[in-house]
């Protein structure tokens, strides 16, 4: 990507906030869901599934049917979420221990699961635990849930804070799982991982295909 | 009589010795048996290898007994929590070695050795580094990678309420790892907000079953302040 691409793309688009990011994906989940949502954007996706719609949320550290943030007067401060931050627990919400949570991840009981990541390459393939043999690596609940929900899907920024795409034919770093992601949410577009590669559904107001592909390394197409 | 319930930390933290590996409840900091951990540095053992989902918060609990030197190695799923000043010192420093492991498979490894099962295989991290060296094994078309049980030495956990026989309940998601800890460690010592009568417990409501339990600790330290 060139300076200047990544220029037009900034100037004439209105990117999406990791809030619109999280409320577009917390639109997309039916009712009746059963959905695990891991730390970074993803927590935000629980702050913004319609009230009306029943979507049960699952958190790893043993949480099922988990609502949004509490009142400052109303906190709990047993329950927390897998970023540890304070929830609430919605009516007919449940607690469990680590083991039951993880039969829950593993045991291919949720309908999907919606995390972060460093990278999604264009064959499902993504990396969100570890950038090098140097840093702190922190793998988390993200192994366990990459192989267990019937779906995942990634929340991210489009590219890195040096403009690096996050979106690759393959990821450079070490892998969380193989052949994972169906869909990725970034601020600038909503894409499909499908056998042909990334299939664009949507895209930032004011974002050209063009613009899109031009910060993008994996090659694009649109969604039929 | 069966009563359990200690009633100094000297007492709850007797025979732990040096090179123990110490299991150690919680999420953060919630569910974190701290005042057992104090306990621990009091009581000074030391070449520890410790297993936690985190690795520390702050200068307190788990991150206090890193920064006085006392653990040789930390097994957790996520060092990368909020504020791990200590162990990122640490960690930088080469003073402390770290082993990562997926969290459903570090929880999956202390039920099946509080369980009686030596090994397993699950599909967490197939064709990932941390599946490397280890029986990969395709059944019904999928592959799984074996795992073995993983034993503590001991298991400092946090209840909520417990009684003299070391029933636990747990309260909201300060449950999380505790009642498996309990379940893999040879001792397994528990600190409980309340410690009420025999028969007062609900016995549908209790989360670790005493048998589980070799000593409990009454800390009534009120509400955790920090996550």
């Known amino acids: ?224 | 009589m069966i009563d359990k319930i200690v009633h100094s930390m000297a007492e709850a933290m007797a025979g732990i010795r040096d090179g123990s590996v110490v299991l150690i409840g919680g999420f953060g900091s919630i569910g974190q048996p701290n005042a057992l951990i104090d306990g621990l540095i009091e009581q000074g053992a030391k070449d520890l290898t410790v297993v936690a989902n985190n690795a520390g918060v702050g200068h307190t609990g788990l991150a206090r007994l890193m920064e006085v030197g006392r653990v040789r190695k930390i097994v957790c799923s996520y060092p990368r929590t909020s504020d791990p000043v200590v162990f990122e010192g640490l960690y930088r420093a080469g003073r402390i070695e770290l082993e990562v492991m997926p969290q459903g498979t570090m929880a999956e490894r202390m039920r099946a050795a509080g369980a009686g099962i030596p090994a397993f295989y699950t599909p967490t991290s197939v064709g990932t580094k941390l599946a490397e060296g280890k029986e990969v094994r395709e059944f019904a078309g999928r592959q799984y990678v074996l795992e073995e049980a993983f034993f503590g030495d001991v298991a400092l956990i946090e209840a909520w309420e417990a009684d003299r026989w070391g029933n636990l309940t747990y309260r909201s998601s300060a449950r999380n790892f505790n009642p498996v800890m309990a379940m893999a460690a040879k001792l397994t010592i528990a600190q409980a907000q309340h410690i009420v009568d025999l028969g007062v417990l609900d016995p549908e409501k209790i989360g670790t079953p005493g048998i589980f339990v070799n000593r409990v600790v009454h800390v009534p330290y009120g509400e955790p302040t920090v996550t």
């Open chain 1, 1 to 224: 990507m060139s300076a200047s691409a990544a220029a037009d793309a900034s100037t004439t688009c209105k990117p999406w906030t990791r809030e619109d990011i999280a409320a577009r994906a917390a639109r997309d989940i039916p009712e009746g869901f059963y959905v695990n949502i891991g730390i970074g954007i993803p927590v935000l996706v629980a702050n913004y599934v319609p009230a009306e719609r029943e979507v049960i949320i699952h958190s790893e550290n043993g949480i099922l049917g988990m609502g949004p943030e509490p009142e400052p007067e109303a906190i709990n401060r047993w329950l927390i979420n897998a970023s540890k931050k304070y929830v609430t627990l919605r009516p007919g919400g449940a607690y469990m221990h680590h083991a039951d949570s993880f039969a829950i991840i593993r045991g291919g009981h949720l309908d999907l699961c919606v995390l972060g990541a460093f990278q999604v390459a264009e064959n499902g393939d993504f990396a969100n635990w570890s950038m090098s043999d140097t840093d702190m690596p922190s793998v988390g609940g993200a192994m366990d849930l990459a192989v267990g929900a019937k779906q995942v899907w990634v929340l991210m920024e489009h590219t890195t804070k040096t403009g690096e795409s996050r979106l690759l034919r393959r990821c450079t770093y070490p892998l969380t799982a193989v052949g994972a992601v169906k869909r990725i949410y970034t601020n600038l577009a909503v894409i499909d991982v499908t056998a042909d590669g990334f299939a664009v559904r949507d895209m930032a107001p004011g974002l050209t295909f063009e613009a899109l592909q031009d910060v993008t390394d994996a090659p694009l197409r649109m969604a039929n």
